[in-house]
């Protein structure tokens, strides 16, 4: 499994605007320099998202798109499932994919369902609210 940038770029929109929900509607260009993203490649990221009714989108003098929940109600495995064509550590467990012939005899397939469960249960209890905390990195520093 690797997460392709449409994935992580979509969290990253995410985290944006739940930082900046007080703002109300946020525009693309805005949200785009703010994440360091083309404005072409957003616009496909965002669609994507509306169309989930992860976001709302308001044309015209002070529109943009904004949350359509709290950030607390986003987990990042909804997200990254939405953007990602699957979040499967190996090709046979990807939704969808045929019956392996090998299925019944195979030693390490317990082994790739519980990761892929792991992974599952992981990103699912994740949400953009955690995201938004800021660590201080360096602090754990111990003489």
Do not use: F
Request: charged content about 30%; overall charge neutral.
């Amino acid at each position: 499994m690797l997460i392709s940038t449409k994935g992580r770029y979509s969290l990253r929109v995410m985290v944006d605007l739940a930082e900046h929900r007080a703002d109300g509607y946020i525009p693309l260009k805005t949200i785009a320099d703010r994440q360091e993203i083309s404005e072409k490649y957003l616009e496909s990221i965002i669609k994507l998202l509306v169309r989930a009714k992860l976001l709302e989108g308001l044309r015209g003098k002070g529109g943009g798109y904004r949350l359509t929940k709290a950030p607390d109600q986003y987990s990042v495995g909804s997200i990254l499932r939405l953007t990602e064509e699957s979040l499967a550590p190996v090709s046979c467990l990807e939704p969808g994919a045929a019956a392996c012939p090998r299925m019944a005899a195979c030693r390490t397939l317990p082994l790739w369902r519980g990761l892929d469960r792991l992974i599952g249960d992981y990103l699912d209890n994740v949400t953009v609210a955690d995201l938004m905390q800021r660590d201080a990195e360096g602090d754990d520093y111990v003489i």
